[in-house]
């Protein structure tokens, strides 16, 4: 009997490691015959024969809401399919309302979520999905490679403390802004120590892939903080006050919003996460510095990272540590073995529990069609429609680039100046993403 094939909707051109590994782990299993189409390359997916599979699936590097992802026919034409329909959502604090009508009026049927099961109630409170089964997953994690990375001792290593990361929105809460605190923070206490540090929230500076890999093989140490977001804005009203204030006081800092605007909606709905690149610190054996947190459990204070309280008030203590290349390599062979080798937190594991999920979902026996026959009849689909298919994409582009532009340019909360660096760095970012497409439309 042939298996289940499924139509999994993921942007496989993602410049982040994270993204393409958590794809491929959810595609591993060998339980359906995976057909993996990337929207964001192929446009002509609405042309497609849906009745050729048997479950359709969205990742979560296709966002739901935005049509520059998912074109209002495509939408029109997965509403119509019969079959069983699921799909991964992360950075959930957005858009809710919109995400919870699109879950409704697509009719999915299963959706695996990074809220922590004791909150999804409060963080999806829409009694048109309570058929909607709800399965609390990690960020990422542990592929099989972590597990070959050979790295050097941390004496052998250069850099002292290293961190990439970028500026979040103020409206996102106390947890997001952390991201950048640590590092801003970090570098004025380190001033006079001494210590060799390579750490930036510049988009420009941001490295990717096997790059990151090195960046964090040649550092004793590296900074993290939770995932996620401590503010839950269900229908844009946080961000427009947010963005309101900053219209009028275009010099404020995170803690004046903080304590004009942001202070009441903190912690509505706590989404905190471990973020997947605290299994790729695990697996090149590169310490952590961190924030205290729940980390979804999977790492403790002391034990697997340096605590850095947010106050920064045993940073002193934390300099005697990062300065004890012993303790250093001691903490980070048992992160290794702890969040690595023990397997605890495979892919295998996470991919066989995608798997029975959308097993037990399953609407109907499935079709009798081999992975072969789909593969082939999508192949000579795509060849029929290339040109369209080209066209399509770079209008969507063009709306993109323009729709982002002029929201930019009659944004008051910026003077020219300003607005000439947010669109530098927006476009630096964009170009990174759409270079990796370029290579890959169909």
Not at 7 to 27: G, R, S
Not at 210 to 231: P, R, Y
Not at 232 to 239: A, G, R, Y
Not at 350 to 361: D, G, H
């Amino acid at each position: 009997m042939n298996k289940p094939n499924i139509l999994f909707l993921a942007d496989m051109t993602h410049p982040a490691k994270a993204v393409m590994d958590h794809i491929m782990a959810i595609t591993k299993s060998d339980k359906f015959n995976w057909h993996v189409i990337n929207p964001l390359t192929c446009k002509i997916i609405d042309r497609f024969d849906f009745s050729l599979f048997d479950a359709i699936g969205l990742h979560y590097s296709i966002k739901s809401y935005n049509n520059y992802y998912l074109s209002s026919s495509l939408k029109k034409r997965i509403s119509e399919f019969n079959g069983t329909k699921f799909l991964f959502l992360q950075d959930e604090y957005q858009y809710v309302n919109l995400v919870q009508d699109f879950l409704y009026s697509l009719g999915f049927d299963l959706l695996f979520t990074l809220v922590n099961s004791s909150m999804i109630h409060k963080a999806y409170p829409d009694p048109r999905l309570n058929s909607l089964k709800k399965i609390s997953v990690l960020t990422g994690y542990v592929q099989d490679y972590m597990k070959l990375i050979v790295s050097p001792p941390i004496y052998s290593r250069k850099i002292d403390v290293s961190y990439r990361g970028r500026p979040n929105e103020y409206w996102l809460g106390s947890l997001a802004n952390e991201k950048q605190k640590i590092a801003t923070e970090f570098i004025k206490y380190s001033n006079k120590r001494g210590l060799c540090l390579d750490i930036s929230v510049e988009e420009s500076k941001r490295v990717y892939g096997d790059s990151w890999l090195k960046l964090l093989m040649n550092s004793k140490a590296v900074l993290g903080t939770e995932s996620g977001a401590s503010i839950w804005d269900f229908d844009s009203t946080i961000e427009k006050k947010t963005k309101n204030f900053l219209k009028k006081n275009k010099k404020a800092d995170f803690e004046l919003v903080y304590e004009n605007v942001l202070k009441p909606y903190e912690g509505n709905v706590l989404y905190n996460a471990v973020s997947p690149r605290v299994f790729e610190a695990a697996a090149t054996r590169t310490p952590m510095v961190m924030f205290p947190g729940e980390y979804s459990g999977v790492c403790k204070s002391d034990i697997h990272y340096i605590p850095l309280e947010k106050d920064f008030t045993n940073f002193d203590d934390v300099i005697l540590k990062l300065k004890n290349n012993d303790y250093l390599q001691e903490l980070a062979d048992r992160t290794y073995n702890d969040l690595i080798a023990s397997n605890l937190f495979s892919q295998h594991i996470f991919s066989n529990l995608v798997s029975n999920e959308i097993e037990k979902c399953l609407k109907i026996k499935p079709k009798n069609y081999s992975k072969l026959e789909i593969s082939l009849k999508l192949k000579d689909s795509i060849n029929k429609h290339k040109y369209l298919n080209k066209t399509y994409c770079l209008i969507t582009e063009i709306v993109f680039i323009s729709h982002n532009f002029f929201k930019l340019l009659f944004d008051s909360r910026y003077n020219l100046l300003s607005k000439s660096k947010v669109l530098g760095a927006g476009f630096a970012r964009y170009m990174i993403y759409l270079l990796a497409r370029l290579k890959n439309y169909s």
